[in-house]
C-alpha cells in the first residue's frame, strides 16, 4: 500500500522520515490529549508506525521497521494514548474465575446500538460506510492477535492457534476472515485492496486498530491482546446475526452476506475458548496478568463504543443537512 497522506505534524514528520526526508530535522514534539482517539494527526501516525510490523508501504524500506529513532517516536505518540486508556479503562479484579469477570463487564457495557440499526433502517450507502470503516481492521482481521501466538505456552497457546486458525480459514484461502469480508466489500462497490481507506477513514477507526497494535507489538501487553481478543468474539454473535439481517435486507446474497453468518456460528464457539481455555489458562499461569486482561477487553468495548457512536453520529448529521439542488 501506499503511505496515507499526512493529517498533521507528526503524521507528517514520519512520512518524511520514511521517505528519506530531511533526517536532520528532530521529530516533532506529541502533547497530551484529552481525546487523543480522535486525534486523526495522531492515530494516523500511531497507524503508520504499526503497519511497519505488519505489511509495510510501497517505497519504504523495510528496515525502518527497527530504525530507533522511529520506535522512540512511536513510544512518544503512544504515550497520550496508553495514559488516556489507563485513565478510563482499568477495572479492578475479584476473585471470580476470570471467564466471569469478562462476561460481567460485557454486561455491563451499554454501548450505542449500532448493529440494530444496521439490521433495521441503515441505508445502502450507510452501510456501505460501515463496511468502509471496518476494512481498516477486516483486512487484517486476526493479525494483530496472532502476535499473541510466540509469547504463549501449553493450553493458552493452543487456544489461540485455535481461534486463529478458524479466523484463517483453517487453510482454505477463500474461507479466511477476511477474504469474506472482500466478497461484502465488492457487493457495495468498495475497493477491497489493503488499507485503500486509511487515508479518508475518522481517527477514532485508526483507534480501532490501533488499540489491538498497541497490545499486539509490545509484549508487555500480552494480557491485554488476550482480554481484547476475547471481548471481541463474546460480543460477536449477535451483532453478526443483525448485520446479516440487514445485508440481506438490503440485497445481499448469502455469499455476500457470508462474513457476518460465519461469525455467528464461529464465534459461538470462539467466545468459550477465547475466556476459558485462552483467558482462563494464562491466568492460571499467570496471576498478576489478570488486570491486563481485563483492561484489554474494557478498552476493546470501549473504542468499538466510540466508533459506534461516531457513526451514527455522522449519519444523524447527514440526515438533518437538507439537500442541495444539484446545478
Ligand atoms: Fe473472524
Ligand atoms: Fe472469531
Known sequence: MQLPPPRGPL???????????????????????????????????????YELQYRGFDGVDPDFQWDPEIIAFR?????PWIDWLEAGFRVRPDDAPVAKQLRALIDADDGPRLAPYLRRHA????????????????????????????????????ALVEIEADEYGGGRHE????????????????????????????????????????????????GALLGHLAALEMTSTLPNRHY?????????????????????????????????????NYVEQYPHALPDVLFGARCSLAVDNLFAHQ???????RARRPRTAAV
Open 244 to 280: 446479516a439481517a440487514g445485508a440481506i435486507r438490503l440485497g445481499a446474497s448469502e455469499a455476500e452476506a457470508r462474513y457476518f453468518t460465519e461469525h455467528v456460528e464461529a464465534d459461538a464457539v470462539h467466545e468459550q475458548i477465547a475466556a476459558h481455555d485462552l483467558c482462563g
Open 123 to 158: 441505508t445502502r450507502e450507510q452501510f456501505r460506510d460501515f463496511i468502509l470503516n471496518r476494512s481498516v481492521y477486516q483486512l487484517k482481521e486476526a493479525d494483530p492477535h496472532s502476535f499473541g501466538i510466540p509469547r504463549l505456552d501449553g493450553a493458552a497457546k493452543a
Open 11 to 49: 503524521s507528517a514528520w514520519l512520512n518524511d522520515r520514511l521517505t528519506g526526508g530531511d533526517n536532520a530535522q528532530p521529530a516533532v514534539p506529541v502533547r497530551a490529549s484529552d481525546e487523543p482517539f480522535a486525534d486523526g494527526d495522531l492515530q494516523l501516525a500511531l497507524w503508520v508506525a
Open 175 to 222: 474461507r479466511m476472515h477476511s477474504e469474506l469480508f472482500r466478497t461484502t466489500m465488492r457487493w457495495l462497490g468498495l475497493d477491497d485492496s489493503y488499507g485503500h481507506y486509511v487515508p479518508e477513514v475518522p481517527a477514532v477507526t485508526l483507534a480501532v486498530s490501533n488499540v489491538m497494535s498497541l497490545f499486539a507489538v509490545h509484549r508487555r501487553w500480552t
Open 75 to 79: 513510544a512518544r505518540l503512544e504515550r
Open 311 to 317: 457513526l451514527l453520529g455522522t449519519w444523524k448529521t
